[in-house]
C-alpha cells in the first residue's frame, strides 16, 4: 500500500492579482501549476512542488506564495514528521532515500560561533580605500632550497604554483549534475575574476578549452573524460579521493542526465547511468596515492600543480599528513556541511566532520610536523560568507572554494531536487528547454558580482585587523575567538574564548 | 596573580635608538643612555634596555652569557647543565648600582663560555646552532633561569624600569663598545620581569622593536616548526627569530631578509625592473608566512653592524642620520640630535626600505 503523504509546501494564489497568464504553468517543469477550463481558473498541484520559487520570481502580478504546511502529525519530538514520512517512503518504495545539495538540518555552524579582532589604539587599521590591501593569494608547494647562480641571484626552485587574485575559487560541479550553460558561467567568471572554476568529475567540454588557464580538472574514481588533452589543457589537476556530502562513496549520475553532449564529454554511453566507484580502485592506500599523484606530474611535465581533494572524516589530520607527504602540491578539505548533485541522505546527513573543525585540525597536525610549507589548504563545505572565508583563512586555509554560494549567485534556490533533473533556473538539468534559461551573460555576471562583493568585504576585516596582506592572516589563530563553544571545542579549534586575552 | 611574561601576549609601544661607529672606534655606554632619556614619554618605566657591540674584546672568542636567576637553585641547576656543555673560561656577577627606582631585581650573572669539543662534534651541529639549543634549553627546562644575552664580544642589560635607569643600574658608563642599541618599554600589561624587557637577543643578534604586529601569530605558528619556541610571546621575541631563520638557517643577505618581512605590495614589486621583480617574488612566493605586517620599526644588531626597518606602510616613525663614521637610527630624531646636534645627513627610511650600517672592512677587504 502507497501511503498518501501531506505535500511540505503550498503554494498560496492571490486570486485577485492572478490574471491567468499561465507563465507559471508554462516555466514549471515538475507542471505543478495548471488552467483549469472548468473554473476559468488557475490551479495547483501542491505534490508536484518543490519550493523552487521560479514561479514566485516570475509571476509578473506577484501573485504567487509558497507556504510551509500547517498539516501535523501528532507531534512526537522523537518521531518528526520528516522522519515519519522517509519510513513511509522507504516502506513503499524499499530504496535507499536521495538528496542533494548540503546537509539542511540544524547543525552547529562553528563559523557562527567564531568572532574576528579588529585593532584600537595600540595598532592602527588600515583603510583599504586608501591603502593597498592584498587578497590574491598563490597554492601549492613552497619547501624550495635557497639556491644561486654565479652572480648571487636567488634562482627559481619553486614548484608550480596558482595564482588567485582572490582567496575564492568555485568548487568541483561537474558538466552532467550541472548544465552546460552553468559550466559557461562560472568558467567566464573565474577567468573574469583571476580565480579557477573546477570541471568535477564529468570531464571538459571541448568549447571550453579556452579556458583552460582557469580551469582545474578533476580526476575521479570513474575516470570520466580524462585524456591527454583533458590533462594537458588544464591549470591543476585535482584528484577526488572524496567529497564532503558523501564521504565513503562514489557518485551517481542517473541515465536521464546523460544527453549525447554529456556523454561525448564523459565518454561513455549515452542514456546510461553513470557510477564513480567508491574507491579508486588503483588506490587502496597512501602508497598508491603518491603513485597517482606522480603519474599525473609525468603525464604534464611537472608543470602544473596536483590537488588531493578528501572529505573531512574523523583521521582527517593524519590523512592530510600522509597526502602531504604524497608529492601532491594542494589538499582541498571538504566538510560535511558540502553540497552535491545528488547523495544518499543518510550518508550526506551522518557522516563526516564540519570543515571548521577538520581544518583547524589539519593545520596544526601539518605544523606540529613540520610540514605544512609542503602543501596548500584549500577549506570547502559550507563556505556562505566572506566572513567564513575569513575565519577560515585565519584558522589556516590558503583559499576556499565555494558551491552552495556559486549555484545561489546563478539564481539557484536551494530546493534541493537537483537529483530530479528538472531545474527550473536551468542550473542542475540537462533538458534544453530549461538549459536555455541561465544566461550565461548574466550568470557570469552575478558571480563576478558576488566573489566581488566578498573580497571588497575580506579587505574590510582585514583592514580592521591591521593587516594588508592575507598571507599574514592565514593562520593567524589570534585574530579569532570563540563565543558559545565548549573547551573541547576551543581546543580543537586552537582559539581562545572571547574576552580572554592571551 | 599576575601572570608573568611569556604566559600572556604584550603588545607594547616604545622607543628605539642605536648608534654605531663603522671605523670601529668605541664608545661608552653614556651616550646611547643619554638618546634614549630624550625620549622618556615614549616609555612607562615597565622596562628598558640596551645592547652592546664589541665590549668584551679580552673575551672575544667566547660566547658571553648573561643570566638572570630567581634563587640559588636555578643558578646551580643551570650551572651544571653549562658546565656538562661549555667550558667556562670565566664567571662573575655583573657589577650593578643600587637605585631606589630599581627593584626587585633578580641575581644577575655572566659567563664566558667555549664549547666542549667532544661535546660538539658529539652533535653534529655547527657551533652556533649548538648554542643556539642550549640556549633554548636553559630558558625552556631550567625554572627560574633566563639566559637574555648569548653573543661573542657583545652583550644585552635589560630590565624593569626607565631605560636611562637600567643603563645607570648596570654601570654602562664602563662599557665601550662600536655598536649600541636601546630600548624604552611601554607595555600594555605589567609583566614585572626582567626577562620581558628588550632588546631580545640570540647569540650575537639582538633586535630591539616599536610597534605591534598584527602578524603574530600567523608568524608564530609558521617559525615555531622550524624548532624556535616563542616562550615570551613577545613582537620581538619573533621577530628575532624569523631573521635568524631566515639570515643563518636559511642563508638569505639581510636586503633579501627584508623584502621577506617588509615585502613590497605585489602592484609595486610590478613595476620594478625584471631582475628585482624576479627576485622579490620567488622570496615572497617562498616565505609567505614571514611576512610581519601591522607597525613596526626594528633595529636588528649584529656582529659588525645595525639594519633598521620599517613596516612596509611605515606606520611607525624611524630616522636615520649619519655624522663622519657614526650613523645614527631612532624613533625620534630629537634623541640623536641630544647626542649629535651637527649632522651631515638627517633622512627617514621608506617603509620596507632596510637601511644597513657595517663596520668598514679592514684592508685588504672589499669595502661595501
Same mark, same amino acid.
Given at each position: 500500500m502507497s501511503m498518501y503523504i501531506q505535500p511540505e509546501y503550498e503554494v498560496i494564489r492571490n486570486e485577485q492579482r492572478c490574471i491567468n497568464c499561465r507563465a507559471c504553468e508554462r516555466q514549471c517543469a515538475n507542471e505543478v501549476h495548471f488552467f483549469d477550463p472548468k473554473t476559468g481558473k488557475m490551479n495547483t498541484d501542491d505534490a508536484k512542488c518543490v519550493n523552487c520559487h521560479r514561479c514566485v520570481c516570475i509571476c509578473p502580478t506577484h501573485a504567487l506564495k509558497i507556504v510551509r504546511s500547517d498539516d501535523t502529525y501528532k507531534v512526537n519530538a522523537n518521531w518528526s514528521k520528516q522522519t515519519i514520512n522517509e519510513v513511509y517512503k522507504q516502506a513503499d518504495s524499499g530504496g535507499v532515500l536521495l538528496s542533494s545539495m548540503g546537509n539542511p538540518n540544524p547543525l552547529v555552524s562553528f563559523w557562527d560561533k567564531m568572532l574576528i579582532n579588529a585593532s584600537q589604539v595600540t595598532n592602527p587599521p588600515i583603510d583599504p580605500l586608501r591603502e593597498p590591501m592584498e587578497t590574491q593569494v598563490c597554492l601549492g608547494k613552497r619547501t624550495a632550497k635557497i639556491e644561486r647562480d654565479a652572480s648571487g641571484k636567488l634562482k627559481n626552485t619553486l614548484l608550480p604554483h596558482l595564482e588567485l587574485k582572490v582567496p575564492i575559487m568555485f568548487s568541483a560541479m561537474s558538466y552532467g549534475s550541472i548544465s552546460y550553460n552553468a559550466h559557461a558561467s562560472l568558467a567566464r567568471a573565474a577567468q573574469e575574476l583571476g580565480t579557477y572554476y573546477n570541471t568535477g568529475e564529468g570531464g571538459l567540454h571541448k568549447d571550453f578549452y579556452k579556458y583552460g588557464k582557469n580551469t582545474i580538472v578533476q580526476v575521479a574514481s570513474g575516470r570520466f573524460g580524462v585524456f591527454k588533452d583533458y590533462l594537458e589543457n588544464a591549470a591543476a589537476i585535482e584528484i577526488k579521493m572524496g567529497q564532503g556530502a558523501k564521504p565513503g562513496i562514489g557518485g551517481h549520475l542517473p541515465g536521464t542526465k546523460i544527453s549525447s553532449d554529456v556523454a561525448e564529454t564523459r565518454m561513455i554511453p549515452e542514456g546510461v547511468d553513470a557510477i564513480s566507484p567508491a574507491p579508486h580502485h588503483d588506490i587502496y592506500s597512501i602508497e598508491d596515492l603518491r603513485q597517482l599523484v606522480y603519474s599525473l606530474k609525468e603525464t604534464t611535465s611537472y608543470k602544473k600543480p596536483i590537488i588531493v581533494k578528501i572529505a573531512a572524516v574523523h583521521n582527517v589530520a593524519a590523512i592530510a599528513s600522509g597526502v602531504a607527504r604524497s608529492g601532491a602540491d594542494i589538499i582541498a578539505i571538504d566538510g560535511y556541511c558540502g553540497g552535491t548533485g545528488a547523495a544518499p541522505t543518510r550518508i550526506r546527513d551522518n557522516v563526516g566532520i564540519p570543515i571548521e573543525l577538520a581544518l583547524a585540525a589539519v593545520d596544526q597536525r601539518l605544523r606540529e610536523e613540520g610540514i605544512r610549507d609542503e602543501i596548500s589548504i584549500v577549506a570547502s563545505g559550507s563556505v556562505r560568507s566572506s566572513s567564513d572565508v575569513v575565519k577560515a583563512i585565519a584558522l589556516g586555509a590558503d583559499a576556499c572554494y565555494i558551491g552552495t554560494a556559486a549555484l545561489l549567485a546563478m539564481g539557484c534556490h536551494l530546493c534541493r531536487a537537483c537529483q530530479q533533473g528538472k531545474c527550473n533556473w536551468g542550473i542542475a538539468t540537462q533538458r534544453p528547454d530549461l538549459v536555455k534559461r541561465l544566461n550565461p551573460e548574466t550568470a557570469s555576471k552575478n558571480l563576478v558580482n558576488l566573489v566581488t562583493a566578498w573580497d571588497r568585504e575580506i579587505q574590510e576585516m582585514m583592514g580592521g585587523m591591521g593587516i594588508n596582506s592575507i598571507e599574514a592572516l592565514r593562520g593567524n589563530r589570534l585574530m579569532l575567538r570563540g563565543i558559545g563553544l565548549t573547551d573541547t571545542e576551543l581546543k580543537v579549534l586552537g582559539i581562545r574564548y572571547a574576552g580572554e586575552s592571551i | 596573580m599576575l601572570l608573568r611574561e611569556g604566559e600572556f601576549r604584550n603588545p607594547s609601544g616604545c622607543a628605539i635608538a642605536g648608534v654605531i661607529d663603522r671605523s670601529g672606534q668605541s664608545m661608552n655606554g653614556e651616550q646611547i643612555i643619554e638618546a634614549i632619556s630624550v625620549m622618556h614619554e615614549r616609555s612607562n618605566g615597565l622596562g628598558g634596555g640596551f645592547a652592546g657591540y664589541g665590549i668584551y674584546p679580552h673575551f672575544k672568542d667566547f660566547y658571553a652569557f648573561h643570566l638572570f636567576y630567581e634563587g640559588a637553585t636555578a643558578q646551580e641547576e643551570t650551572e651544571t647543565f653549562i658546565k656538562r656543555h661549555f667550558e667556562i673560561v670565566y664567571f662573575s656577577e655583573i657589577q650593578t648600582r643600587k637605585l631606589p627606582s630599581i627593584q626587585n631585581e633578580p641575581l644577575i650573572y655572566r659567563y664566558f663560555l667555549a664549547p666542549l669539543p667532544q661535546k660538539l662534534a658529539n652533535s653534529h651541529l655547527d657551533e652556533r646552532e649548538y648554542v643556539a639549543r642550549c640556549v633554548n634549553r636553559i630558558n625552556a627546562q631550567i625554572k627560574g633561569a633566563y639566559v637574555f644575552s648569548s653573543g661573542k664580544n657583545m652583550g644585552i642589560f635589560k630590565g624593569v624600569g626607565y631605560p636611562e635607569e637600567i643603563g645607570r643600574f648596570y654601570r654602562l658608563e664602563e662599557y665601550e663598545g662600536y655598536a649600541w642599541t636601546s630600548h624604552g618599554r611601554y607595555p600594555t600589561n605589567t609583566p614585572g620581569w626582567w626577562g620581558g624587557a628588550h632588546p631580545f637577543g640570540l647569540l650575537d643578534f639582538s633586535v630591539v622593536h616599536n610597534g605591534e604586529i598584527s602578524s603574530y601569530d600567523a608568524n608564530r605558528r609558521y617559525i615555531e616548526m622550524f624548532g624556535y619556541k616563542c616562550t615570551l610571546q613577545t613582537d620581538t621575541e619573533v621577530i628575532c627569530y624569523i631573521i635568524d631563520y631566515l639570515v643563518r638557517k636559511r642563508g638569505l643577505t639581510l636586503e633579501e631578509t627584508a623584502h621577506v618581512v617588509a615585502a613590497s605590495f605585489w602592484e609595486t614589486i610590478a613595476t620594478k625592473d625584471a631582475q628585482a621583480r624576479e627576485q622579490e617574488t620567488i622570496l615572497r612566493r617562498m616565505f609567505p608566512s614571514l611576512l610581519i605586517t601591522g607597525p613596526f620599526s626594528i633595529i636588528f644588531g649584529y656582529e659588525g653592524g645595525l639594519m633598521a626597518l620599517n613596516d612596509r606602510l611605515k606606520l611607525r616613525s624611524m630616522i636615520c642620520a649619519e655624522k663622519g663614521d657614526r650613523a645614527y637610527i631612532s624613533s625620534e630624531e630629537s634623541a640623536i640630535r641630544k647626542i649629535e646636534? %651637527?649632522? %651631515?645627513r638627517v633622512w627617514a627610511p621608506a617603509g620596507g626600505e632596510a637601511v644597513v650600517f657595517e663596520l668598514y672592512k679592514k684592508e685588504g677587504e672589499q669595502k661595501k
Open positions: - | 646636534p %651637527d649632522l %651631515d
